[in-house]
């Protein structure tokens, strides 16, 4: 069985926030799924605070450099729909 490792820093929570280890027992697209809406919800958190409230303005290329920005890795096409998603449907 191949172990993983981290290969950037962990991303910074709030220091009040305690993370609570995933349930176990759930078929592999679950945590798939689940991880990329973490990390579709971080780079639209990201975006609005750089100030792109508008998800046309929110293109591939400007999405996958916020990540590098922030330090997440770059976003498939699919999570930058869901990014584009997240701006619009929180309007």
């Not at 990390?39 to 400007?62: C, F, Q």
């Not at 770059?74 to 449907?89: E, F, G, H, Q, W």
Request: glycine share 4%; aromatic share 6%; with cysteine.
């Amino acid at each position: 069985m191949a172990v993983a490792t981290i290969t950037t820093k962990p991303f910074e929570t709030h220091p009040h926030i305690t993370r609570r280890p995933l349930p176990a027992g759930r078929p592999r697209e679950w945590y798939e799924t689940h991880n990329r809406r973490l990390k579709a919800m971080r780079l639209a958190i990201a975006l609005l605070d750089s100030g792109v409230y508008d998800p046309a303005r929110a293109h591939n290329r400007r999405i996958r450099s916020t990540a590098a920005r922030v330090g997440i890795h770059p976003p498939s096409d699919t999570t930058c729909r869901m990014v584009r998603a997240l701006i619009k449907y929180g309007r």
